[in-house]
């Protein structure tokens, strides 16, 4: 059997049970919840190498909807596991990184406060290197995901804990599972606080727009990767 770098969490007992659950409240179910197996790719349409990724760059693809975008990060170190609570109260545990180094992670790229997110035309949320504003927790280096639209900041090496500003949860987690053999990602589902029904109502007629029908339709088989400066056309710094 191939060897497979699985993240940790994903085989909980409560795991059936969770994936027949709604997945869109503030409370959300916090076991895994899990959605198709979607291979990343690039824009051609060959699967992402893992090691070909680079380090501290914003990369962007769509799961577990075709209209709900994630943040795919290589932090360059290793992310450990930390237990994380959502909104509605409820813990659960964060596996950190999956990869040869243990440095990759995805989250929603929904910010947790207002539900802003990237699109084609503007991105007010991102991956960079900064100081945290008015700290609620311990920063663990200078990289994080800041919102500028209100400035809402998160920690990517600590399964995106809050670290400032008005969001009252992590980013949702999305779990990946590295292939060694062929060095390859598949994303398998999600973890912590979902905020997918929220974000179809607040943006229905956006999306309709700029999605078509399809926005809320699940993603199969495979799901293209591009860095956030192809994907968008103005990343807004703050």
Request: hydrophobic share 35%; with cysteine.
């Amino acid at each position: 059997m191939d060897r497979r770098d699985f993240v940790e969490g994903c085989a909980l007992g409560a795991g059936a049970l969770a994936a027949s659950l709604s997945t869109g409240s503030w409370a959300a179910q916090a076991s895994p919840r899990h959605y198709a197996r979607v291979l990343l790719v690039g824009e051609l349409g060959d699967p992402v190498k893992a090691s070909q990724l680079r380090a501290q760059t914003n990369y962007v693809f769509h799961y577990p909807f075709e209209a709900t975008p994630v943040f795919l990060l290589d932090l360059g170190k290793p992310a450990t596991p930390v237990v994380l609570t959502t909104k509605g109260r409820q813990d659960y545990q964060w596996p950190g990184g999956v990869g040869p180094r243990r440095s990759l992670v995805a989250f929603s790229a929904i910010c947790a406060h207002q539900l802003v997110y990237p699109t084609k035309d503007l991105s007010f949320i991102s991956f960079r290197k900064g100081p945290v504003l008015n700290p609620k927790t311990p920063s663990h280096g200078n990289d994080l995901i800041h919102c500028c639209a209100d400035h809402s900041q998160y920690d990517p090496a600590r399964g995106a804990q809050v670290l400032g500003g008005p969001a009252e949860q992590p980013l949702c987690a999305v779990l990946l599972e590295h292939d060694a053999r062929t060095d390859s990602l598949t994303a398998t589902g999600t973890l912590g606080g979902e905020l997918f029904d929220e974000f179809f109502r607040k943006y229905e007629m956006k999306l309709s727009m700029d999605v078509g029908p399809k926005a809320r339709q699940p993603v199969a088989g495979r799901s293209a990767v591009r860095e956030l400066e192809r994907f968008c056309r103005n990343p807004i710094r703050c």
